[in-house]
């Protein structure tokens, strides 16, 4: 079983960053695939972005040329940089990580977006 604990979530204001972290507490080196969803208020938890083993990349439209995922293997972290951060990118954000067998998540940081 692994244990994925994220940190990094605050208030901050409309145009700001942060930087999300995603701490597996094992080895991520044979994570297929590592990810951040997003669950707001009233609606369903959707996709942020995702990194595979081979470091491809995979961004929901409404984020693209705003965030970057990138994972550091020798650390067992997966980070998450939002930029230019909009009232809209307020949620819970979770991280996920698959195998072929199994699927982690973590249990959620507040990200709030507000002036």
């Known amino acids: 079983q692994v244990q994925l604990v994220e940190s990094g979530g605050a208030l901050v204001q409309p145009g700001g960053s942060l930087r999300l972290s995603c701490a597996a507490s094992a080895s991520i080196f044979n994570m297929d695939v590592m990810g951040w969803y997003r669950q707001a208020p009233g609606k369903q938890r959707e996709l942020v972005a995702t990194v595979t083993s081979a470091i491809s990349t995979n961004y929901a439209d409404s984020v693209k040329g705003r965030f970057t995922i990138f994972r550091a293997n020798a650390k067992n972290t997966v980070y998450l940089q939002m930029n230019s951060l909009k009232p809209e990118d307020t949620a819970v954000y979770y991280c996920?990580?698959?195998?072929?067998?199994?699927?982690?998540w973590g249990q959620g940081t507040q990200v709030t977006v507000s002036s």
């Open positions: 996920n990580a698959q195998t072929r067998t199994n699927d982690y």
